[in-house]
């Protein structure tokens, strides 16, 4: 899975990549949105953090129409002031029943901050573990996490990271939640 800018990329992409990522602040492309379902590949739709459920169902409807083989959307919060998200776990069942499309949960960039570290992007990470958890008890259809060694060491992203060393401590709390909601998965 990759991130694609423009339409002029997709083709490229398509040739190398299983699944097609659209990015937020770009989600609502028509042009790139049209060019990434016409290679029938599968679509990530990452929602812009303005993007209402209607805005939502509009870009997967172009998706499907020209051509995308799977679409999963990938919610990240909403802005809610000036640099801060806040998730609305509604989104899950909101989302994912009226398409019907998996919803993922990016769970370390919905604890960014942008713009709070002098004038680039900050994070809460300390919040990551229980808005995984949260959203998994929501109905989400599966997780993004970004993980590193020593985060504080990352090129990328280092302000939202869970250590490499919590991530089994988060995902084994995920997991047990996922078993309490739906014993069933367990018995195939």
Known sequence: MTDIHEASQVAAAAEIVDVLQIPAFLSRQTDLLITAGGTGKAVNLKKGQWMCKEEVVGAVEKLRSSGASQVAVTERGTFFGYNNLVVDMRVFEEIG????????????????????????????????????????????????????????????????????????????????????????????
């Open 97 to 188: 029943s009226s398409l019907p499309v998996p919803v993922f949960f990016d769970g370390t960039h919905s604890v960014q901050r942008p713009g709070i570290s002098n004038g680039s992007t900050g994070g809460s990470p300390e919040y990551v573990p229980l808005l995984v958890r949260a959203a998994v008890a929501a109905g989400c259809g599966g997780l993004y996490l970004e993980t590193h060694p020593h985060p504080e060491t990352s090129p990328s992203d280092s302000s939202t990271m869970v250590p490499l060393s919590e991530m089994e401590g988060v995902l084994s709390s995920v997991m047990s939640i996922r078993t309490a909601l739906y014993p069933s998965e367990q018995e195939q």
